[in-house]
C-alpha cells in the first residue's frame, strides 16, 4: 500500500484477533483517536466481518484488520475462521503482527480455547508473530505492570513466553487523559502504543512478517476441508435417500 504522505512514512499492518466482547473494536479506535470500528454494546453491532482501517500513527502508515470475534457469547454458530483467512490473504504482502487481544482479568478455560482456535487458523507458528494485548488496563493494581500480572498466573505466562515475552497493556475508557501526566505514563494509551510499535519493529527484525505464502497455504487447506465436509454431506443424503426410497417397497 503505497503511502500519499509527502514524507515517508513505514507502513504496518496488525491484525486483531480475540473472542467477542475483549474490546478489540475499541481498542483499534484507540489506537486511532477516532471511532473508525463498531464498539457498540449490542448483540447487532459485534464485529461479524472484517474490516480494515489505516490512518497515520505516529510517523507509522498504520493498517487495523478488525476480526469477527470467537465464541461469539450471542451464540452464532458460524465459524469465522473463512472469513478471517480471506481477509487476511488479501493483506499485501501480509500482516506484520498478530494483536491477540485479552482482557485484564481472570484467564480462563474460554481465553485457553481462543488460543487454541487462532493456532488451529494459522498454525502455532502464529504466536512467532504475535503480541498479547490486554484491555482494561485500569483494572491493573496500582504501580503493577502487565509483566507482573501476567507472572501470577502460570498459564498466562507460557502463552506470553511463546509470544517472546511480548505484551502490553491498554484501557479505553481511563487511560484517555493520563497521555499528558508524566506521573502516570505507564498507564497512558499513548505510552503503551509507542512501546507496542516498537515492539512490532523488533519483531520484525527477527521474523520478518507473516506472509501471504503462509495464508495462502491456509485458505487452500481450507477449500480442501470444505469439499471434503460437502462431499461427506451428499453422500450421506444419498444413502439417506436409498434408504428412503427402498422402505417405499
Same mark, same amino acid.
Given at each position: 500500500m503505497a503511502s500519499n504522505s509527502p514524507h515517508s512514512l513505514r507502513e504496518r499492518t496488525l491484525v486483531l484477533v480475540g473472542k467477542t =466482547? #475483549? /474490546?478489540?473494536? @475499541?481498542? /483499534?479506535?484507540t489506537f486511532f483517536k477516532e471511532k473508525v470500528f463498531d464498539n457498540k454494546c449490542s448483540p447487532n453491532s459485534r !464485529? @461479524? !466481518?472484517? $474490516? @480494515? %482501517?489505516?490512518? %497515520? #500513527?505516529?510517523n507509522t502508515? *498504520? !493498517? *487495523?484488520?478488525?476480526?469477527? =470475534? *470467537?465464541f461469539d457469547v450471542e451464540g452464532s454458530e458460524k465459524d469465522p475462521k473463512s472469513e478471517i483467512?480471506?481477509?487476511i490473504t488479501e493483506c499485501d504482502p501480509g500482516p506484520h503482527a498478530f494483536l491477540i487481544v485479552l482482557r485484564v482479568d481472570y484467564y480462563t478455560k474460554q481465553d485457553e480455547d481462543v488460543i487454541t482456535r487462532i493456532c488451529q487458523y494459522f498454525t502455532e %507458528? #502464529? *504466536?512467532k508473530y504475535s503480541v498479547i494485548v490486554f484491555t482494561h488496563g485500569d483494572d491493573l493494581d496500582e504501580g503493577t505492570t502487565i509483566h507482573q500480572f501476567v507472572d501470577q498466573n502460570e498459564k498466562l505466562k507460557n502463552l506470553v513466553t511463546k509470544c517472546d515475552d511480548r505484551c502490553h497493556v491498554f484501557d479505553s475508557k481511563h487511560w484517555k487523559n493520563n497521555d499528558d501526566a508524566e506521573e502516570e505514563e505507564y498507564r497512558s494509551n @499513548?505510552? $503503551?502504543l509507542k512501546e507496542l510499535l516498537n515492539t512490532v519493529e523488533k519483531l520484525i527484525n527477527v521474523n520478518s512478517s507473516f506472509t501471504n505464502k503462509m495464508m495462502q497455504e491456509k485458505q487452500r487447506q481450507l477449500q480442501r476441508e470444505e469439499k471434503n465436509g460437502l462431499n461427506v454431506m451428499l453422500c450421506s443424503n444419498w444413502r439417506m435417500t436409498g434408504l428412503n426410497a427402498r422402505n417405499l417397497f
Open positions: =466482547g #475483549v /474490546g478489540k473494536s @475499541s481498542l /483499534g479506535n !464485529t @461479524s !466481518t472484517c $474490516q @480494515s %482501517e489505516t490512518k %497515520e #500513527v505516529m502508515q *498504520l !493498517t *487495523l484488520v478488525d476480526t469477527p =470475534g *470467537l483467512i480471506r481477509s %507458528e #502464529v *504466536l @499513548s505510552y $503503551q
